[in-house]
């Protein structure tokens, strides 16, 4: 049906896809929880929060589940460097990730404030831990991850989680973490009403600033800063099997610019982040969620398009041994399995989708204080 080139580069796009449709979906999810605090200043206000996305948190992970499992069976060397490289910081963010399901179903069950409150910091950090590091890992993917491969492709790792948090790689973490906040922010701005929406709006606004200014930063950073991007500079095969170790790779890449002049196209990427980002405070100041929605739901795809194009054709580059740097072309599985996973991903993935959006079409409306007094046992 394809080629195993095409293949490489349609699971490429897929992975791609997968990450996006987690980031726009769960994002919320934690951009809201991180916003719990702020946003619900009582009981009920913190209810109508939780309310909101309690309904849908389970069902939006999917796409992380999906795209943690579409990278082991896709690129296997990627999930063995990574949940070795990224090990603690990974178990940060699932057991940042454990709190809120069980906050979801216990912070209601006793009538006890101290009880209560607890919970509502444990979904607090639920909804930040992540949102952050997430961004720190993709920053360091930019910087490098401290890994090489023996002959035997047995990859080593020189690092730990302090090491993750460096300048640039917590800069990447603020652009993360301001980016899904105003997804949630905007998020409740459309499923809110009262004094929540509007200090939902307040965060959006601001957090769309700080989003820019991160993000732009983060460019300038690469741009005039000294990060060296990675370039192959042999030739290769892209058709050929498994071996990352058969290439020279050379760090003549300022900036991780080079894709930027190579495809002209890749610069709609950052400009959809600030557009979109542009477009969340446009909507916000204007008390407009569904426009302020739209734009965080663009500056997402733009920042993880920018990030994805300009290391392309590297997933992981390595900061010790730039030819065991990770790429497109040499960390996949075989043609057979790449063409069944496609088959199945085609069938699965917009049954996925369409479940997504019957469940919210059937769900929408907004959550509402007086709804949450009306059902003190009904409602989260």
Same mark, same amino acid.
């Given at each position: 049906?394809f080629?195993?080139?095409?293949?490489?580069?349609?699971?490429?796009?897929?992975?791609?896809?997968?990450?996006?449709g987690?980031?726009?979906?769960d994002?919320?999810?934690?951009?809201?929880?991180a916003?719990?605090l702020?946003?619900?200043?009582?009981?009920?206000?913190?209810?109508?929060v939780?309310?909101t996305?309690?309904?849908?948190?389970?069902g939006?992970q999917?796409?992380?589940?999906?795209?943690?499992g =579409?990278l &082991?069976a896709?690129?296997p060397l990627?999930y063995?460097?990574?949940?070795?490289?990224?090990?603690?910081?990974?178990?940060?963010v699932?057991?940042a990730?454990?709190?809120?399901p069980?906050?979801f179903?216990?912070?209601s069950?006793?009538?006890n404030?101290?009880?209560?409150?607890?919970?509502?910091w444990?979904?607090f950090?639920?909804?930040v831990?992540p949102?952050?590091?997430?961004?720190?890992a993709?920053?360091?993917?930019l910087?490098?991850?401290?890994?090489q491969?023996?002959?035997?492709?047995r990859?080593?790792?020189?690092?730990g989680l302090?090491?993750?948090?460096?300048?640039?790689?917590?800069?990447?973490g603020?652009?993360?973490l301001?980016?899904?906040?105003?997804?949630?922010?905007?998020?409740?701005m459309?499923?809110?009403?009262?004094?929540?929406?509007?200090?939902?709006?307040?965060?959006?606004?601001?957090l769309?600033?700080?989003?820019? =200014?991160?993000?732009?930063g983060?460019?300038?950073?690469?741009?005039?800063?000294?990060?060296?991007g990675l370039v192959?500079s042999?030739s290769?095969?892209?058709?050929? =099997?498994?071996n990352?170790?058969g290439?020279?790779?050379?760090?003549?890449?300022?900036?991780?610019?080079?894709?930027?002049?190579?495809?002209?196209?890749?610069?709609i990427?950052?400009l959809?982040g600030?557009?979109?980002?542009a477009?969340a405070?446009a909507?916000?100041?204007?008390?407009q969620?569904?426009?302020?929605?739209?734009?965080?739901?663009? =500056?997402?795809v733009?920042?993880? !398009?920018?990030?994805?194009f300009?290391? &392309?054709?590297?997933?992981m580059?390595?900061?010790?041994?730039?030819a065991?740097?990770?790429t497109?072309?040499?960390?996949?599985s075989?043609?057979?399995?790449?063409g069944?996973?496609?088959?199945?991903?085609?069938?699965?993935v917009?049954?996925?989708l369409?479940?997504?959006?019957? !469940?919210?079409?059937?769900?929408?409306g907004?959550?509402?204080?007086?709804q949450?007094?009306?059902?003190?046992?009904?409602l989260?």
């Amino acid at each position: 049906m394809f080629d195993y080139e095409s293949l490489k580069l349609i699971w490429w796009v897929l992975v791609g896809v997968l990450l996006i449709g987690f980031a726009l979906t769960d994002g919320f999810d934690l951009g809201a929880a991180a916003l719990l605090l702020f946003v619900g200043r009582s009981d009920n206000e913190r209810r109508v929060v939780i309310n909101t996305i309690a309904p849908h948190w389970d069902g939006n992970q999917v796409w992380l589940i999906t795209a943690g499992g =579409a990278l &082991f069976a896709a690129w296997p060397l990627v999930y063995a460097a990574a949940f070795s490289g990224f090990y603690w910081a990974l178990l940060l963010v699932l057991f940042a990730l454990f709190v809120r399901p069980v906050g979801f179903d216990y912070r209601s069950k006793l009538e006890n404030t101290r009880w209560r409150q607890s919970w509502d910091w444990g979904l607090f950090v639920g909804g930040v831990v992540p949102s952050l590091v997430f961004g720190v890992a993709f920053g360091n993917l930019l910087l490098g991850v401290p890994f090489q491969f023996d002959d035997s492709l047995r990859s080593s790792y020189q690092g730990g989680l302090w090491q993750l948090l460096n300048p640039f790689g917590l800069l990447a973490g603020v652009v993360s973490l301001s980016m899904l906040g105003l997804h949630g922010g905007t998020w409740l701005m459309m499923r809110t009403e009262g004094v929540i929406a509007q200090r939902a709006r307040q965060a959006a606004r601001l957090l769309a600033l700080v989003f820019l =200014a991160s993000f732009i930063g983060a460019g300038l950073w690469l741009w005039l800063g000294n990060i060296n991007g990675l370039v192959i500079s042999s030739s290769f095969d892209p058709a050929a =099997a498994l071996n990352p170790l058969g290439k020279t790779v050379v760090q003549d890449n300022p900036g991780w610019l080079a894709n930027y002049g190579h495809y002209p196209l890749s610069k709609i990427a950052p400009l959809l982040g600030i557009l979109g980002a542009a477009l969340a405070f446009a909507g916000a100041s204007a008390r407009q969620g569904g426009i302020a929605f739209l734009g965080s739901s663009l =500056a997402i795809v733009g920042a993880l !398009c920018t990030a994805g194009f300009a290391l &392309f054709p590297f997933v992981m580059p390595s900061s010790l041994d730039p030819a065991s740097s990770l790429t497109v072309w040499d960390a996949v599985s075989s043609k057979m399995t790449l063409g069944i996973m496609l088959v199945a991903a085609a069938i699965f993935v917009p049954l996925i989708l369409c479940y997504t959006l019957w !469940c919210y079409a059937k769900m929408w409306g907004k959550v509402t204080t007086a709804q949450i007094q009306d059902n003190p046992h009904g409602l989260y």
